[in-house]
Structure formats: C-alpha cells, structure tokens
C-alpha cells in the first residue's frame, strides 16, 4: 500500500504539468494579454474621451510607443519567446518557490496570495468546523428518526439547501437580511473602525460579517455530508452484526454509538481530503456576492484584469492542493477502514 | 423499450408523489415556455380589423399602416388595443397575458425604471433596470436555460458515454491514458477557463456549449467507465463472446441497456447543473451576450439593486422552484431504479 501512495503522490508531477500547460498555453493564445491592458490605459489616460473598449491589438498601439518599445514590453513579460521556452522558465521559477511577479500590483505573486490566505482560511476552516459539527449529528439523528416529522421537515430543508446553488442562497440572504432587516452588514470582512474596537469587539464584528457568508457556504456541502451520513448509518443499522448486537441484549443506543457509527463514519473520510482545496479556494462567487477579499475573490479579478502572473500563481496552489486533497482522502479511507487495500488492481483511482 | 421492468420504474416513479409531481409541472412548463410567445409577447393573439382576423404572433412584421395607423415600422398592439377601444367602430385587439416582450424597454415619462410590480400596467413582477418586464424575462430566460442545459447533458452524455465505455470495455493502456486526462481535466477550475474563453470571443449559445462539453464530459465519462467496468466481468458478456458477438454488439446490446440505470440517474443532476453553471456565467457577464434575457443576468440586476426587491425575489424564487423540482424529480428517478428498503428499529 506504502507503494501505491508513492505512485500516486509521483503522479502528481504529470497532472501538475499537464494542467499548468494547458492553461499556460491558453492564456499565451488569448489576445489583450497585460501589455495590451497598460496601452490601454495609457491611451486612455493620454487621451480621454477616445474609448478604446475593444481588446486592442498590440499592433494599434503602436501610436503611442515604438516597435522598439513594444519589444523591450514583450521582453519584459517574456512574451518574444515560444510558448514552451517560456512555459519552461515559468515552470523552473516556480520549482525554487517563485511564482513571478503581478502585472496589475508590480508585486511578488507570493505575497499578494499570502495576503489573502487568512481571509480564506478563516472562512474555510470556520467552514469546515459547521458543516461536520452540524452534519453528523444531524444524520445520526435523521438515521435514528427515519420517516418521522423531523425527518421530513429537516429532509425539505436539506433538499432545498442542495438544489439551490450556493451564490443563490447567498444573493437571497444578502437581500433579506442585509437589504432589507439591515440584521448584517452588506458586505466585507470587518468594520472600517474595526483597529478601535476591543478584542471581543473585534470578534463579535468578524462574526457580524461572516455570518451571511457562512449560511452560504455551508449551505452547499451541508446536504450532500448529511444524507451521506444518515444513509450509512442507515445501511449500518440494517446489517447483520447490529441486528445480532441488539439481539443479544444490548442496548440500541450503544449498539449505534458502539457499533454501527464507527463503520458508518468511513464514507465521511472518502470526502475529507477534499476539504483541503476547499478550505482555501472557497468559492469565489460567494467572495464577489459578499465583497469578501479572499483567495477565489483575488483569482476572479486577476482574469478579468489579465494579471496572468497572479491566475498562474492561483492555479499552482489550487492545483496542488486539489490533488492532495484527493490522496489524503485516500489515505483518510485506508486509516478509517483497515480491510480496504489500496492498488491491489487498478480501479481503485 | 418497455419491458416490465421499466413499467415497474415507472410505477414505483409515479408512487413518489413529490418527484412525479415536480416532474409533471417541469413538462407543462417546458411545454408551455416553448409556446410563450402565446402568453408573453408584445404582439397580439389576434387582431380584427375592418372584418378581417389577423394573427401576427407567429407571422412576419405587420406594418401600422395596416391597421391604419401613419407609421410603416411594425404595429404598436398596446397602443393600437387602446386605440380601437377608444374609437369603438367594432375593431378589437386580444393581447397575450403579458402583453410585453423580453426585449422591449417600456420607459415613462415621469419617472425612471425599475417600475415595481402593477397590476395596472400589466407588469405583474415589475421591470428591470432598463424597463423590461420581468416575467417575459423570466419567462425566456428559463426556456433559454433549459434548452442550454439538455442540449449540454446530449453533446457530453454522447462523449461521456463512447469514451467511458470504451475505457472500462478495453481498459489497458487506454484506460490508464484517459485516466491522467480526466485526472488533469478535472484539476482545471473549468469556470476559469470559460472565463479566459469568453472575455476573448463574446460567446453565443454554441461557443458557450462547445466549451462547457470539452470541460463536462469527464463526470459522465469516469461513471460509465466504472459501471461498463463492472459490467464487462460478468458471464453474459463471456457468454455474447463465445456466441460469437462482434465488440460494438457486445457494449450496444448487452451493455448499454445494463448501464442506462446509471445514465438515467444522472440526467436530473446534469440538468440542475447546467442551469446552474449557466446562470452563474451570465451573473458575472461572462454568459450569453446582452440583452438575452438570463437569469444570471437578472441576479446581478438584482444585487445591484437591491433597494428594488422585486428583481432579486422573483428571480430567486424561480431558480428556487426550478431547481428544486429538478432535484425532487431526480431523487425519485434515484429511488425508482434503485429501491433502498431499510430495516429500521421503532
């Protein structure tokens, strides 16, 4: 098994590879790169009132600088070479931990990403904490409970929280609770005069503004962990060895809690890992609805604004992560379930 | 195709009353949003001028001057139902239930839009922002989302399926070949790449698809693998073979049938999703080009007006009762072709 871990962390290298290439190579192909974006701005600047809207060509700003410095620019941003050569620059900085410097900020792509890490991992973890807090304890309940009025009532909620996309269910709180109750604040991360609050102050003004957001998030992963839990409970219950548990005289309460929840919670693990990308990426509509400046928040703008740097910089980390995740939910499952047996044939993926 | 076992689907479907229901209101709406031009439009059902019907729903543009009016762009049926009436010389126009289009902004003069809803100016949601009437924006916004979605689900079911099968049928080297593919594929954040696609070309229904199917085939793909997997290993499979059945008989007619529970199953699932991904688009304005009428595009009308509450409830309750349904109706497929009888303790 030691060896099927090993393979699958030496695959991460081709899957690293592949993905950064691929989108390495689309943002090379795609025209109104970052030099287009400042010629842009500088005929914009230069001369206002000539709207240049449209994604100008690197040829129609020749106006305003010569051919030779557009290929001091081109140079600059390593645009004069091939799409591999540069590919295999980029791809060499990144292995010594540089991942370049942003177009839009001229500051290293590092430490503008660390800079919004705490934001993210603030929502992800607190995130994490609710959705198992929650979600275990209600599946057991749900699974004991089965087609009871609680049942029900909590499986309409669970269901809805599911079919609705969680930027919905985050656009529906926004209005009603920060709208129109004026409950929450509209959006943020903390107060403009959040240095002059007290400590608890600034706890209580985080959780202010993280409430909203949080419903949202958790409100996505809410379902899916819920219903996972209670139908394993449910297939635990229905087994043998519980069935033989309580026929022998012991009490149903600790027959679940002894017996059935320990096998019931390995399904849980399969999914763990995963919370790893999630816990950092989170989900940038959510970001954007809230005006939260977070992780997914820092990628969406730096597409829109072109700073390939930075989107580069993002997919690494978020590409990593993703993979990682997906073997420590393996090793999670092999830890929680000791007859499962890794690579012993190929389909276990 | 109907063999007893699927009219005993069917009937276990039919027997979840939630699912069988949300089922029957989703087909009269899809049934009806492609006949909407009969219920929300800015032409009239019918017109009788001078005698004579007309019916310019469906037809060309009929000119003013028809209707002697002084213009010879296309009628105005509102103002000509108002006029005729006021005339009263036994002309009459039947508007539609919402008589406006998706597209029509109908702005006053006292004061600026979004107008709230009224009964009396017919715009029984309200309008948007620029004055165009919410339900006819709603009402083709939905039709646009779920032709996008099924036609979404044909093209990357049609690629999940002819890949996925091929990969659990002949496993191997190809196996393990579109195994680092879809590894790789499913590790893109595929919202980003649309999103590089579409601030480049403005993206039409197609494009939209196109790029959509090259990044979604992966999860029907990865499903068929493992059920085609399972299915290969057992004896009918050995036993089409040694009767001498060629490879595309063996995965079209012994496979393919045992696997469509898996398909099935999934359809529910892929519409929600593509409705969802398609009205996440249009809210960030990566989506449809303006002015399609989209419910992404009404959301983020919405957020940024939210002192207008009527934009953001009535766009967000449909998305609540569409998806809803859809995930009510899947979860029934769910249970229809996979019974779970549990034994529980009382």
Same mark, same amino acid.
């Given at each position: 098994m030691t060896t099927y871990f090993i393979r699958r962390f030496l695959l991460i290298i081709p899957t690293f590879i592949g993905v950064t290439i691929l989108v390495f190579t689309l943002t090379r192909l795609v025209p109104g790169g970052p030099i287009e974006r400042m010629l842009n701005e500088a005929a914009m600047a230069g001369a206002e009132g000539t709207t240049s809207m449209s994604t100008d060509y690197a040829g129609r700003g020749g106006s305003t600088l010569s051919d030779e410095q557009m290929q001091v620019l081109r140079e600059y941003y390593g645009f004069d070479k091939p799409i591999i050569v540069s590919y295999g620059e980029w791809l060499s900085r990144v292995v010594v931990l540089d991942l370049g410097t942003s177009t839009r900020y001229t500051e290293p792509v590092w430490d503008i990403i660390?800079?919004?890490?705490? =934001?993210? =991992?603030? #929502?992800?973890?607190?995130?994490?904490?609710?959705? #198992?807090? =929650?979600?275990?304890?209600?599946?057991?309940?749900?699974? =004991?409970?089965?087609?009871?009025?609680?049942?029900?009532?909590?499986?309409?909620?669970?269901?809805?929280? #599911? %079919?609705?996309?969680? #930027?919905?269910?985050?656009?529906?709180?926004l209005t009603v609770f920060a709208a129109n109750?004026?409950?929450?604040?509209?959006?943020?991360?903390?107060?403009?005069?959040?240095?002059?609050?007290s400590t608890l102050g600034k706890v209580a003004d985080i959780f202010h503004h993280a409430t909203l957001p949080l419903i949202a998030y958790v409100a996505g992963s809410f379902a899916f962990t819920t219903m996972l839990m209670k139908n394993s409970l449910m297939d635990n219950l229905a087994a043998?060895?519980?069935?033989?548990?309580?026929?022998?005289?012991?009490?149903?309460?600790? %027959?679940?809690?002894?017996?059935?929840?320990?096998?019931?919670?390995?399904?849980?693990?399969t999914s763990f890992g995963n919370n790893l990308s999630l816990i950092i990426t989170g989900s940038f509509l959510i970001e954007k609805i809230f005006n939260i400046d977070g992780f997914g928040l820092l990628g969406f703008e730096s597409l829109v604004e072109r700073d390939y740097p930075v989107v580069m910089g993002i997919l690494v980390i978020s590409s990593l992560l993703f993979v990682i995740g997906n073997i420590l939910s393996d090793i999670c499952v092999a830890v929680v379930d000791p007859r499962v047996k890794f690579g012993a044939d190929g389909s276990n993926q | 195709m109907l063999d007893p076992q699927t009219i005993k689907q069917w009937k276990r479907f039919k027997s979840i009353k939630r699912g069988y229901w949300s089922f029957v209101i989703l087909m009269v709406l899809l049934g009806l949003s492609l006949v909407a031009e009969l219920f929300v439009n800015s032409r009239a059902l019918i017109v009788s001028f001078e005698g004579k019907?007309?019916?310019?729903?469906?037809?060309?543009?009929?000119?003013?001057?028809?209707?002697?009016?002084?213009?010879?762009?296309?009628?105005?049926?509102?103002?000509?139902?108002?006029?005729?009436k006021d005339a009263n010389e036994g002309n009459w126009v039947l508007m539609p239930l919402v008589p406006y289009n998706a597209f029509e902004n109908d702005l006053r003069t006292d004061r600026f839009p979004p107008y709230p809803p009224s009964l009396e100016t017919q715009h029984y949601l309200g309008t948007d922002s620029t004055?165009?009437?919410?339900?006819?924006? /709603?009402?083709?916004?939905?039709? &646009?989302?779920?032709?996008?979605?099924?036609?979404?689900?044909?093209?990357?079911?049609?690629?999940g399926i002819l890949v996925g099968c091929a990969m659990g049928y002949w496993g191997g080297a190809f196996d393990l070949l579109f195994q680092r593919l879809i590894e790789i594929w499913n590790t893109i954040p595929f919202l980003y790449v649309i999103m590089i696609v579409a601030s480049v070309v403005v993206p039409s229904f197609w494009t939209l698809v196109t790029v959509m199917v090259i990044f979604g085939w992966t999860a029907m793909t990865w499903n068929m693998r493992t059920s085609t997997y399972k299915e290969k290993a057992r004896e009918y499979v050995d036993a089409a073979r040694a009767l001498g059945a060629g490879h595309s008989r063996v995965i079209g007619v012994h496979i393919l049938p045992?696997?469509?529970?898996?398909?099935?199953?999934?359809?529910?699932?892929?519409?929600? *999703?593509?409705?969802?991904?398609?009205?996440?688009?249009?809210?960030? !304005?990566?989506?449809?080009?303006?002015p399609t009428p989209s419910w992404g595009e009404?959301? *983020?009308?919405?957020?940024?007006?939210?002192?207008? !509450?009527?934009?953001?409830? *009535?766009?967000? /309750?449909?998305?609540?009762?569409?998806?809803?349904?859809?995930?009510?109706?899947?979860?029934? &497929?769910?249970?229809?072709?996979?019974?779970?009888?549990?034994?529980?303790?009382?």
């Open positions: 660390r800079s919004r890490l705490p =934001i993210s =991992i603030f #929502y992800g973890v607190t995130t994490l904490i609710l959705t #198992y807090g =929650i979600c275990i304890p209600l599946g057991i309940v749900k699974a =004991i409970k089965h087609k009871t009025v609680f049942d029900n009532v909590s499986s309409a909620l669970v269901f809805l929280g #599911y %079919a609705i996309p969680n #930027y919905v269910v985050g656009i529906g709180l109750l004026e409950w929450f604040p509209l959006s943020g991360f903390v107060s403009d005069d959040f240095e002059q609050r043998d060895y519980v069935r033989t548990a309580i026929a022998k005289g012991l009490h149903f309460r600790s %027959a679940i809690f002894r017996h059935a929840l320990r096998n019931s919670l390995i399904p849980i693990a | 019907w007309h019916f310019p729903t469906y037809a060309g543009v009929i000119p003013g001057e028809t209707f002697g009016l002084d213009y010879d762009y296309e009628t105005n049926y509102r103002e000509l139902k108002q006029q005729f004055g165009r009437d919410i339900v006819a924006r /709603l009402m083709y916004g939905f039709r &646009i989302a779920m032709g996008f979605a099924l036609v979404l689900l044909v093209c990357s079911y049609a690629a045992n696997t469509i529970s898996v398909i099935v199953t999934f359809i529910p699932f892929s519409i929600a *999703s593509g409705v969802a991904s398609l009205t996440a688009l249009d809210f960030l !304005g990566f989506g449809l080009p303006p009404l959301l *983020s009308q919405g957020t940024n007006n939210l002192e207008s !509450g009527w934009i953001v409830g *009535s766009v967000v /309750l449909a998305i609540v009762a569409v998806l809803l349904m859809v995930t009510y109706i899947g979860e029934a &497929i769910r249970e229809a072709f996979d019974p779970k009888k549990f034994t529980y303790y009382e």
